[in-house]
């Protein structure tokens, strides 16, 4: 299940509305046939879950700062864990319980400021948005495992412009 942003009167409209402009481009990029453009893996890209994975062959990272099993989340859910991570870009953001989709460090500092017992809420620093590179397995208990041979760009479903998710983030 999954909130739809914009209106959606079939589920061909609704899974369209659901892949960012990043996976249409390589849908048109690769020629992939309506048949298969809603498949979980096609020519341009695989899917697991709300996440997608568009081919970047040609990309190379920097072996020094690649991560190794790391967290793939938006707010609150359960990650999928990546063998491998890449990322650039994006903004930092304090994230904990009572503040899941991560607060900017100015907020932080006033909030701090304001209630010093807010510095014990466990809070861990990440990087919202930001450009995000996956290679080898991706894990979830919820979907089969997949693996990626070599580096592709990790793009959310845009299930988080919708209304009703509109408090939702993507962090790392």
């Not at 390589?26 to 997608?52: D, M």
């Not at 994230?95 to 510095?119: S, T």
């Not at 990626?148 to 009703?164: G, I, K, Y």
């Amino acid at each position: 299940m999954a909130a739809v942003p914009g209106g959606a009167s079939s589920v061909r409209q609704a899974m369209d509305a659901l892949q960012p402009a990043g996976v249409r481009d390589a849908l048109t990029r690769n020629h992939v046939s309506s048949r298969k453009r809603y498949a979980r893996k096609n020519r341009a890209f695989r899917r697991q879950g709300e996440w997608f994975f568009v081919p970047e062959p040609s990309f190379v990272a920097d072996e020094k700062l690649i991560l190794r099993n790391k967290p793939l989340q938006r707010g609150a859910g359960k990650p999928h864990i990546v063998e491998q991570l890449f990322r650039t870009g994006g903004e930092t953001v304090h994230v904990c319980n009572q503040h899941p989709n991560g607060i900017l460090p100015k907020e932080y500092r006033e909030l701090l400021r304001a209630n010093p017992k807010a510095a014990n809420w466990g809070w861990r620093v990440m990087r919202r948005n930001p450009g995000v590179y996956a290679r080898g397995t991706v894990r979830h208990s919820d979907h089969a495992t997949i693996t990626l041979p070599f580096w592709h760009r990790v793009l959310m479903n845009t299930e988080n412009q919708s209304r009703t998710m509109a408090r939702v983030a993507f962090l790392d």
